[in-house]
């Protein structure tokens, strides 16, 4: 699969859209049932403040899925994108209100590769906080 954009109409530096995304403890449930992730530090406050966290936290993979959207949006084609990895390096605190927590996600074209693909570099925070880190893509343009 590839991207519907071009790998000649991209430069080094070229930003992506930037997306924030809303996270509340029912996106938390939803996403739980559909990843089989039950942990407890997920939805159950008073058992992830036992273990040492500020408050419920939000699944890593979630995280790491809702960053990658700002990618699959811009390429146009989720299939497009051939490698993608990150560091967790905090997590994603989900108050119990109705406004919960917002991933803010930016992104980049950081390096032009061979056969037509590209470096994408993101960066997601939430709360003003780096939440994950060495986030890159590779993803393969038209």
Same mark, same amino acid.
């Given at each position: 699969?590839? =991207? ?12 992506? @859209?930037? /997306?924030?995304? *809303? ?10 049932? =559909? ?18 966290? @500020? ?22 084609? *989720? ?15 989900? *108050? ?27 960066? =997601?925070?939430?709360?003003? /906080? ?9 993803? /393969?343009?038209?």
């Amino acid at each position: 699969m590839t =991207a519907k954009i071009s790998y000649d109409d991209v430069e080094v530096g070229t930003e992506l @859209p930037a /997306q924030s995304f *809303p996270v509340t403890r029912a996106t938390l449930v939803r996403y739980a049932g =559909a990843s089989g992730d039950f942990n407890p530090i997920h939805w159950n406050e008073k058992f992830a403040v036992e273990v040492g966290l @500020p408050d419920v936290i939000a699944h890593g993979m979630f995280t790491m899925a809702e960053a990658i959207r700002v990618v699959t949006d811009w390429a146009g084609d *989720p299939g497009a994108v051939v490698e993608y990895g990150v560091r967790f390096t905090r997590p994603v605190v989900v *108050p119990n209100d109705d406004k919960g927590a917002v991933i803010e996600v930016a992104a980049k074209v950081g390096a032009k590769l061979d056969d037509g693909r590209v470096r994408v570099d993101l960066v =997601a925070t939430s709360e003003g /906080q780096k939440v994950l880190g060495m986030s890159r893509a590779v993803v /393969q343009l038209a």
